[in-house]
Nanobody, 121 residues
Framework: QVQVAESGGGLVQPGGSLRLSCAAS????????MGWYRQAPGKQRELVAT??????TNYAADSMRDRFTISRTKNTVYLQMNSLKPEDTAAYFCYLNRVFNGSYYYPEDFWGQGTQVTVSS
């Protein structure tokens, strides 16, 4: 199976930076797309950014593209967040799409447990 472990969240002042990491482990040959979603209290989970295994990135909004950078290695995805704002406060979830174990694609997508990011003075 596949395990997903996020790290790097925390409390930061407005204007500060954080780097989130997500490591996928288990029976994995390749991962087509890795990404980050976030969910603020009382709101729906929303896309932040994704990156494919050939490096194509997708950001949900220009405001995120201007301040956030998604990158990855084979099984690890990062989200560098700069110029953080209070409205970025949310639980950030790692997401894996089309995970191949060498024989077949897992039928499900995989999610991490989430890491909390709080932007406050």
């Amino acid at each position: 199976q596949v395990q997903v472990a996020e790290s790097g969240g925390g409390l930061v002042q407005p204007g500060g930076s954080l780097r989130l990491s997500c490591a996928a482990s288990g029976t994995i040959f390749s991962i087509f797309s890795m990404g980050w979603y976030r969910q603020a209290p009382g709101k729906q989970r929303e896309l932040v950014a994704t990156i494919t295994n050939y490096g194509k990135t997708n950001y949900a909004a220009d405001s995120m593209r201007d301040r956030f950078t998604i990158s990855r290695t084979k099984n690890t995805v990062y989200l560098q967040m700069n110029s953080l704002k209070p409205e970025d406060t949310a639980a950030y979830f790692c997401y894996l799409n089309r995970v191949f174990n060498g024989s077949y694609y897992y039928p499900e997508d995989f999610w991490g447990q989430g890491t909390q990011v709080t932007v406050s003075s």
